[in-house]
């Protein structure tokens, strides 16, 4: 019994302990305790944080590619749900890749999709950002039209990230 | 006493405030001036606003452009000038010099445009270090504008 309070007592001495090293640091760091307005933006910011961490981390992300092929009209297809293939393309051919979102939460979800690399400056997407309601679905297409000026046999690869952003009812 | 110093820092205030007004009024107005006279063209900045030269110039790049005679022009320069509607300008390659007109193309593009004039060419886009001086995404703003 009297173990258990020590070890209760030893428990509750570290937390205080930690929270005052972290007191301690802060102020040996900024030269002064922390005023209150600067705890509410640490605060503030650590919650931004998360948020920023959160949403980084739930993005859906492909991976993106297609191939530059000689010839005209020529159009090859590699069906894979994992990555945004658009096949092999010859000049002057364009390829369309669809993808399906919903949104399974009851928050209304503010959706952005980026796109990087080199195929995403040969990308048209044709709703970049836009919310999606609480229970709700959309159907994304992404488009790739190969230029007159493509590098035969070259590959172009990139990522495409779809952001879900959680928005609490703020946009419509 | 606390008096004095309040003032103090309002007059420091305000002259700090006055300071970046000042530099931004600077950077605003007198840059494109500046680059107009430099560049010898009325039309320093453009911005790309489709991907018809890609890939050398990209959508969102903003390009310098200096203004040239009609004898500093040669096939493979890409030049700005004035659409014949004048519902802008085109950034487009040289493929074919005339007499009284010229042809340009868009390096993505698989068809030569209209013949333009000479004197609708604005100039050539500038080069450093024989490259195309570029600002990759700043010439966005632009492109947002023409689209909305």
């Given at each position: 019994m009297e173990n258990l309070q020590n070890n209760e007592k030893k428990t509750?001495?570290?937390?205080?302990?930690?929270?005052?090293?972290?007191?301690?640091?802060?102020?040996?760091?900024?030269?002064?305790?922390?005023k209150t307005h600067e705890k509410v933006i640490?605060?503030?910011?650590?919650?931004?944080?998360?948020?920023?961490?959160?949403?980084?981390?739930?993005?859906n992300k492909f991976p993106a590619l297609v191939r530059v092929i000689e010839g005209e009209?020529?159009?090859?297809?590699?069906?894979?749900a994992d990555a945004l293939d658009f096949g092999?393309?010859?000049?002057g051919t364009s390829a369309v890749r669809k993808v399906d979102i919903e949104n399974g939460t009851p928050i209304p979800m503010y959706i952005a999709i980026v796109k990087t690399g080199k195929i995403g400056e040969l990308m048209k997407i044709d709703n970049n950002y836009f919310t999606l309601a609480p229970r709700d679905k959309a159907k994304i297409e992404f488009t790739v039209y190969m230029p007159a000026s493509a590098e035969i046999d070259s590959q172009y690869k990139g990522r495409v990230y779809l952001f879900k952003i959680p928005t609490f009812g703020i946009t419509r | 006493m606390p008096e004095q110093n309040?003032?103090?820092?309002?007059?420091?205030?305000v002259i700090s405030f006055g300071t970046y007004v000042l530099i931004i009024a600077i950077v605003v107005f007198g840059l494109p001036k500046f680059l107009a006279w430099s560049l010898n063209t009325p039309y320093p900045m453009a911005a790309i606003t489709s991907g018809s030269m890609?890939?050398?110039?990209?959508?969102?790049?903003?390009?310098?452009?200096?203004?040239?005679?009609?004898?500093?022009?040669?096939?493979?320069?890409?030049?700005?000038y004035r659409n014949t509607d004048n519902s802008g300008f085109t950034i487009h390659r040289i493929v074919k010099l005339e007499a009284d007109e010229l042809v340009t193309k868009g390096d993505a593009n698989f068809t030569d445009d209209a013949p333009v004039k000479y004197e609708s060419v604005v100039g050539k886009t500038y080069q450093v270090f024989g490259k195309y001086a570029r600002l990759p995404y700043l010439g966005f703003v632009t492109v947002y504008a023409t689209r909305k």
């Open positions: 509750k001495f570290s937390i205080k302990g930690l929270g005052a090293k972290a007191r301690g640091w802060l102020t040996k760091t900024a030269g002064a305790p922390m640490g605060v503030i910011l650590i919650v931004v944080f998360l948020f920023a961490f959160y949403v980084t981390l739930d993005a009209g020529r159009v090859g297809v590699n069906p894979t092999d393309l010859s000049r | 309040t003032a103090k820092k309002v007059a420091r205030a890609w890939p050398v110039l990209k959508e969102g790049d903003l390009v310098f452009i200096q203004g040239v005679d009609r004898g500093e022009l040669g096939v493979g320069d890409i030049i700005v």
